[in-house]
């Protein structure tokens, strides 16, 4: 007598979508793999070459620029190889992994973002005073405060507190959004709660607050007869700019939170893997936004990094007269700064 067959199990790593889809998602990934590589490993070698000049609040532009450095070396290589393989590398060991680490860095991003309105808000109280708000001790201890509590929220689903799991197309894994909302709602709330609602909104009043006190002051400028003093202008160029990392940040991930948390606390069928794909794609540009930022909105950085593009071996060794870098003059080292 013939046994019945066994019923096969469905792969859950085994892409859902086209083999046309899965090449272009691969080419789309080491595109922006390597675009957040080589532009986060340039912020940190313009950091690093003017590291005598750089203020405390700078340490966290750093820290941010790590954070994007580390998912694009750890996480995008193999969503590449992954796509091209038509299903996703590894196993549960490296779907683990992958949800881990990109949990890791997202958390630390928003954690640095908000991070980063709350010390300029600081600075901002006093905008004339030549004295450093935050010390370096201090902005040492926040940078560490942000990666411990990035890998305290990574952990907890390893600790039974949500799960990590493939994503519905089948190409990488994150938090199991699916299972979350039969199974973990709670982790669901505090986790949008806490890295994402809470901080979006500190990062939008601190920043408010930064420009009502730079309208003040220049009103003030004004109403004493006197031109805009160059701090003012600093800080608003500054104020620009980290305006635009934390909306490129949040623009790049909303719509992969919205699906998200759809998918977690929605009502209806399934999010088709199709539609789940461009969200996730979106959210992983967030990496190389920075960089050109910093590009397009500081003459200084923009001058830097074509004065090292140009650079021969032996041409850029000091800032001697020998051939390096010419020394910058004060006016020119405060407006190197990052945010």
């Known amino acids: ?18 083999p046309t889809m899965d090449i272009g998602a691969g080419a789309y990934l ?18 690093f070459n003017r590291s005598s000049r750089m203020k405390p609040p700078e340490l966290l532009s750093v820290n941010l620029a790590v954070t994007d450095l580390g998912a694009a070396v750890t996480m995008y290589p193999l969503a590449v190889a992954s796509a091209w393989s038509h299903r996703f590398l590894g196993g549960d060991s490296a779907c683990l992994y992958y949800g881990l680490a990109g949990f ?4 630390a991003s928003i954690m640095n973002l908000t991070l980063l309105a709350i010390v300029r808000f600081v600075v901002s109280l006093d905008l004339m005073s030549p004295t450093d708000k935050v010390s370096w001790r201090q902005m040492k201890l926040l940078c560490s405060w942000s990666w411990l509590y990035a890998l305290l929220w990574a952990l907890l ?9 493939p994503e519905p197309f089948g190409l990488s894994c994150s938090l199991a959004w699916g299972h979350l909302r039969r ?51 600093l ?14 940040f949040i623009v790049c991930w909303s719509p992969y939170s919205v699906v998200s948390l759809w998918a977690a606390m929605g009502p209806g069928s399934p999010i ?11 959210a992983k540009s967030s990496t190389a936004c920075n960089p050109v930022i910093y590009y397009i909105c500081s003459q200084s950085f923009k001058r830097e990094v074509k004065q090292l593009v140009r650079c ?28």
């Open 1 to 18: 007598m013939e046994s019945s067959p066994t019923p096969r199990t469905f792969d859950h790593y085994r892409s859902t979508l086209s």
């Open 30 to 47: 080491l595109f922006i793999t390597v675009f957040s590589i080589a532009g986060n490993l340039l912020v940190l070698v313009m950091a």
């Open 104 to 107: 890791f860095f997202g958390v």
């Open 157 to 165: 689903p390893v600790l039974g507190w949500g799960r990590y799991g």
């Open 183 to 233: 199974e973990d709602s709670s982790f669901v709330v505090a986790m949008f709660s806490f890295n994402l609602a809470l901080p979006a909104a500190v990062i939008v009043c601190c920043y408010f607050g930064i420009a009502i006190k730079l309208h003040v002051t220049y009103r003030k400028a004004l109403e004493n007869g006197r031109r805009m003093p160059n701090v003012i202008k």
């Open 235 to 248: 800080h608003r160029r500054l104020l620009t700019m980290a305006v635009l990392i934390s909306v490129s």
């Open 272 to 282: 088709p893997p199709q539609l789940s794909l461009l969200p996730c794609m979106f």
């Open 312 to 339: 021969r071996p032996g041409c850029c060794g000091g800032g001697g007269p020998r051939g390096g870098a010419a020394p910058l003059s004060s006016k020119d080292a405060a407006a190197t700064t990052l945010v």
